[in-house]
């Protein structure tokens, strides 16, 4: 989680990317605000990564799963969850 000490991952280089592509495929169904809320928690559980190369990889993968399934719980009216590494 982000704090003082450590903020936010910064969305950007190859993560701008993948933030546009989640963006175009989400928005509509689940709102922009919902589409960056996830990003960026996917995204701020690797700001420790030593090995950065990956990380828009399992940006995109973990976070467009949490999408895909508010996507799936809005058209059901139920919710659902998707591990993340490093979740609690």
């Not at 280089?13 to 175009?24: I, N, R, T």
């Not at 090995?51 to 719980?73: E, K, M, Q, T």
């Amino acid at each position: 989680m982000p704090t003082s000490e450590h903020p936010h991952a910064p969305l950007t280089g190859d993560l701008s990317v993948v933030v546009g592509s989640l963006h175009d495929k989400y928005d509509e169904r689940v709102g922009a605000a919902v589409v960056e809320t996830e990003i960026q928690q996917v995204a701020d559980r690797f700001t420790e990564a030593r090995i950065r190369s990956f990380v828009p990889l399992f940006v995109r993968r973990y976070a467009g799963a949490r999408l895909r399934d508010h996507g799936d719980a809005a058209a059901v009216g139920t919710g659902g969850a998707v591990s993340v590494p490093g979740s609690v």
